[in-house]
T-cell receptor, first 109, second 113 residues
Framework: AQRVTQPEKLLSVFKGAPVELKCNYS??????LFWYVQYSRQRLQLLLR??SRESIKGFTADLNKGETSFHLKKPFAQEEDSAMYYC???????????FGSGTQLTVLP | DSGVTQTPKHLITATGQRVTLRCSPR?????VYWYQQSLDQGLQFLIQ???????AKGNILERFSAQQFPDLHSELNLSSLELGDSALYFC????????????FGEGSWLTVV
């Protein structure tokens, strides 16, 4: 069975500071990893997916298969980054997403 | 705008009642997913349909059912509602099942009183 763990429910950083949101996964097959962002209980928006290896809004994430991690990083946090971030694993024959419990990021002025 | 449309946006109903939530996927998307987001359970996958057929089932209660119609829109039926069913219900869609990004709708807020 697949599982996604986001160990931090809440994370606060100051504007301009680096931020790292942790995500670990458990899956025996070849995973697809995603980060979604949710602002104020609105719809989830795709932020990143590991296969595209792109940077969105200054965020990057690298899949580390040895550590089964997909941490989200940004070198300089902005106040508008304050939101709930969900790590998700696409697995199984239907590739439905399994979400972590989410990390609420607050960027302080 | 993700292109996934959900109605109604908000719904308040009493315990024991039945409601239907509707979802129109993005144009061209064949796969529809339903998720429940509650404060205590987080985001839970409920069920997935692909081109009219059930493809995968998650933590969906027996009181809940869903279907996808020939025009690819989907409905989630929630019956014998309990207070604990109060949640934000998201629909999402993707082009096909497996190996691609899914896009979420704005969600339907259900409050059971």
């Amino acid at each position: 069975a697949q599982r996604v763990t986001q160990p931090e429910k809440l994370l606060s950083v100051f504007k301009g500071a680096p931020v790292e949101l942790k995500c670990n996964y458990s899956y025996s097959g070849s995973p697809e990893l995603f980060w979604y962002v949710q602002y104020s209980r609105q719809r989830l928006q795709l932020l990143l997916r590991h296969i595209s290896r792109e940077s969105i809004k200054g965020f990057t994430a690298d899949l580390n298969k040895g550590e089964t991690s997909f941490h989200l990083k940004k070198p300089f946090a902005q106040e508008e980054d304050s939101a709930m971030y969900y790590c998700a694993l696409g697995a199984g024959s239907a590739r439905q997403l399994t979400f972590g419990s989410g990390t609420q990021l607050t960027v302080l002025p | 705008d993700s292109g996934v449309t959900q109605t109604p946006k908000h719904l308040i109903t009493a315990t024991g009642q039945r409601v239907t939530l509707r979802c129109s996927p993005r144009s061209g998307d064949l796969s529809v997913y339903w998720y429940q987001q509650s404060l205590d359970q987080g985001l839970q996958f409920l069920i997935q349909y692909y081109n009219g057929e059930e493809r995968a089932k998650g933590n969906i209660l027996e009181r809940f059912s869903a279907q996808q119609f020939p025009d690819l829109h989907s409905e989630l039926n929630l019956s014998s509602l309990e207070l604990g069913d109060s949640a934000l219900y998201f629909c999402a869609s993707s082009v096909r099942t497996g190996g691609n990004t899914i896009y979420f709708g704005e969600g339907s807020w259900l409050t059971v009183v």
